[in-house]
């Protein structure tokens, strides 16, 4: 029988977890605002598929915002 792991709350975790979380966080921010803001500047005509659903797919953790710009944008 598996036994499930308890989420750690922030307190709990080690200096060296917490800095890695904060990477990864901001990494995702990072790619999730080139994501939107090159979807903002960017002609309809130039994106493959609708504005609107790639927006919702760049909020999508790291696999949105890369999926964007390797097959969203026209080249």
Known sequence: MKM????KSWREL??????S???????QLALLTAALMDLRK???EQINGSKGAW???CFVNYVGP????VFGRKK
């Open 4 to 7: 499930r792991r308890r989420k």
């Open 14 to 19: 080690n200096g060296r977890q917490k800095v």
């Open 21 to 27: 979380l904060l990477v990864f966080a901001a990494g």
């Open 42 to 44: 960017r002609p309809a």
């Open 55 to 57: 927006a919702a797919a």
């Open 66 to 69: 890369i999926a964007y710009f």
